[in-house]
């Protein structure tokens, strides 16, 4: 079969040499943006009088039918037709005859597929924010269940400070919001036409790219030619937000990991969300959780491969640039099958509260509370601090917790200890005393909770 662009050729590609440069094995996936690109095209084509009328409605229906049979699985893609922009163009001329050729005029396959990326990534960004606020509901219907449970707070993975676990998890329900702003804030970038920028240097036809644009739903136009054909930061900011997500996800995943376990016994996933041993018939394995921290790798390997095939590239496209599709393909679809895990994952995972409250009442979580004490009878913190630390070394030997000490063991490290030391003492008096604006104590929790709720109407 002859080749699209055969006529400056005297010999057939080698066989091995077609199949490796081909990218119809990945970028079919672009099958649907390149259509719509083309009618976009070949409609500003009529506009501007560069094909009659009567052409145009012959290759915009000659497309229609072609995606129609595409979708069907009528039409067979080839590797000797390249990609999927050839394939496309060869199924139309098929289907129409040879005003199918007509197409391509005024445009090349370099803002081509610059447009079906474009085109592509933000229907997918636009899916991926939507899936975001799932994620972040169910983060926050937790929440919404958990004000009064108490668990202990962290630092080193060393008890710290016990905490509102609606605190805890709305720490992860802000993290999604970030995410989420930065997918819309590279939207605006996303949203941008490289159509009609041609090869690399713009075209002699009287184009018109902002109608074209405008068609296709993008609200700017490359003001460069040049850098309309070379230009895949859209897709680094794309995979760098996903990275930094994959990140919070990693973590939240790791926490659900250790929360689940037998030596923690704080959650325990709904058994649709986990699997079992070929062997050991006792267990259940978070898998999912630990599928998502492990997906996190990829998605970061995507984001290093194209800043690696980026980096060393002169101006405008080179072939390198078809390296793109395959990692951020990946990374889409990684993102939104984690995602649509990760929502009910939450949400169906039951909480072991009273594991949580016996964990903060067997610790020593409550000492910086005596230290403040102490201050607020004038002393000086440093001075509390090193009163507090023998109070916990003494409780260890003695195989106490700071409840069980009796007020005279008290008064033996400082006079000014009184009765109201065992109240400031109680875990949820530990926390509802952390009142300072973002704070774990409840009164805190239920106002950021109501911060929540309107973030996530906007
Ligand atoms: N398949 C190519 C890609 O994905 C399309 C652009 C090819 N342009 C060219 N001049 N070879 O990058």
């Known amino acids: 079969m002859s080749k699209l662009w055969g006529g400056r050729f005297t010999k057939p590609t080698n066989k091995l040499v077609e199949e490796e440069t081909a990218s119809i094995g990945f970028d079919q996936k672009l099958a649907a943006q390149d259509i719509k690109g083309s009618i976009a095209h070949v409609s500003m084509l009529a506009g501007q009088g560069i094909v009659s009328q009567d052409e145009k409605e012959k290759i915009v229906n000659g497309l229609i039918k072609v995606g129609e049979k595409l979708e069907a699985g009528k039409l067979h893609y080839s590797t000797a037709d390249e990609d999927i922009h050839m394939n496309i163009e060869k199924f139309l001329i098929e289907e129409i005859g040879p005003v199918g050729g007509k197409l391509h005029t005024g445009r090349s396959r370099n803002d081509q597929v610059a447009t079906d990326m474009h085109l592509y990534l933000k229907e997918h960004t636009e899916a991926i924010i939507e899936l975001i606020s799932k994620t972040q509901k169910a983060v926050f219907k937790q929440a919404e269940k958990h004000v009064e449970t108490l668990l202990p707070g962290y630092t080193h993975l060393q008890r710290a400070q016990p905490v509102s676990f609606a605190h805890h998890l709305l720490a992860y329900f802000w993290m999604l919001q970030r995410d989420k702003e930065r997918f819309e804030d590279g939207l605006k970038r996303t949203n941008i036409s490289p159509l009609g920028a041609g090869a690399l240097a713009g075209t002699t036809f009287p184009i018109d790219r902002h109608e074209s644009a405008h068609s296709l739903g993008f609200d700017q136009v490359y003001a460069n030619s040049m850098d309309a054909v070379s230009d895949r930061d859209f897709i680094l900011e794309f995979m760098s937000a996903a990275s930094i997500m994959m990140m919070h996800i990693s973590r939240l995943s790791e926490e659900l ?202």
């Open 257 to 458: 990991v250790i929360w689940s376990s037998q030596e923690f016994q704080f959650i325990e996933l709904d058994d649709s969300f986990c699997t079992g041993s070929s062997i050991m018939p006792q267990k259940k394995n978070p898998d999912v959780p630990e599928l998502l921290r492990a997906k996190t790798g990829r998605v970061f390997g995507n984001l290093f491969g194209l800043l690696t095939v980026l980096k060393g590239l002169p101006l405008a496209y080179n072939k390198d640039m078809q390296e793109d599709k395959e990692g951020m393909f990946d990374t889409v679809e990684t993102l939104e099958a984690g995602l649509a895990m990760l929502a009910p994952m939450i949400e169906t995972m039951e909480v072991k509260t009273e594991n949580m409250k016996q964990a903060v009442s067997e610790d020593f979580s409550n000492a910086t509370d005596i230290a403040d004490y102490l201050v607020n009878k004038d002393v000086p913190f440093r001075e509390a601090h090193e009163v507090i630390g023998k109070i916990v070394l003494y409780s260890i030997n003695k195989k106490k917790f700071l409840l069980d000490l009796t007020i005279d063991e008290y008064k033996q490290f400082h006079s000014l200890f009184e009765e109201d030391i065992y109240h400031v003492l109680e875990p949820s008096q530990v926390v509802r005393n952390r009142n300072s604006y973002g704070g774990t104590g409840q009164e805190q929790v239920v106002s950021q909770l109501k911060e929540a709720e309107s973030a996530l109407l906007k």
